[in-house]
T-cell receptor, first 115, second 117 residues
């Protein structure tokens, strides 16, 4: 079984600043995938970034990057140059093994970007 | 860009009634999922579906729930006798079939808000 923990229910940051959202996970699988999803007020689930556990290099997508610490089972999301449109709930999620496994989500962090 | 669609966007029903939530996955995807999110809580997996059968289901997915792919495009979630606690946002998702060692992505629909009164 997999568990995902997000210990920051809410965060806020000034526009253009950098913010880091924390996530820890637990799994018994030898290979797995980790994700950050964004859920704006419209409640659509949007994939922000993905990390394969067997890859040592941290994933990056434009202003979004992760700090993947496999030994510590930590997977944090860094948002650089934050924008008002980044205001949303952010969910960390994991999926085990290969193929098309179910996603296990954390409880989310509500991020507010302050103008 | 292809997307997953869901109808209706909002469904209000009375306790004990049957509801069917509809999803149209991305056309070349073969894995389908339903998740739900009770207001203010995390997203929870309900069921995954592949090759016209359930591949995995959660404890939430009891006998009141069923899924079906009635034709080549739709994927439905049926709740036979709704309860107040079924009120939630229901998300459909789909993904491609990929080989071992290749990462995948689940594409989510916009969700159906189900309100049981």
């Amino acid at each position: 079984a997999q568990t995902v923990t997000q210990s920051q229910p809410e965060m806020s940051v000034q526009e253009a600043e950098t913010v880091t959202l924390s996530c820890t996970y637990d799994t018994s699988e030898s290979n797995y995938y980790l994700f950050w999803y964004k859920q704006p007020p419209s409640r659509q689930m949007i994939l922000v970034i993905r990390q394969e556990a067997y890859k040592q290099q941290n994933a990056t997508e434009n202003r979004f990057s992760v700090n993947f610490q496999k030994a510590a089972k930590s997977f944090s999301l860094k948002i650089s140059d934050s924008q008002l449109g980044d205001t949303a709930m952010y969910f960390c999620a994991s999926a085990s093994n290969f193929g098309n496994e179910k996603l296990t989500f954390g409880t989310g962090t509500r991020l507010t970007i302050i103008p | 860009e292809p997307e997953v669609t869901q109808t209706p966007s909002h469904q209000v029903t009375q306790m004990g009634q049957e509801v069917i939530l509809r999803c149209v996955p991305i056309s070349n995807h073969l894995y389908f999922y339903w998740y739900r999110q009770i207001l203010g809580q995390k997203v929870e997996f309900l069921v995954s579906f592949y090759n016209n059968e359930i591949s995995e289901k959660s404890e939430i997915f009891d006998d009141q729930f069923s899924v079906e792919r009635p034709d080549g495009s739709n994927f439905t979630l049926k709740i036979r006798s709704t309860k107040l606690e079924d009120s939630a946002m229901y998300f459909c998702a789909s993904s491609e079939i990929l080989g071992r060692g290749i990462s995948f992505e689940q594409y989510f629909g916009p969700g159906t808000r189900l309100t049981v009164t």
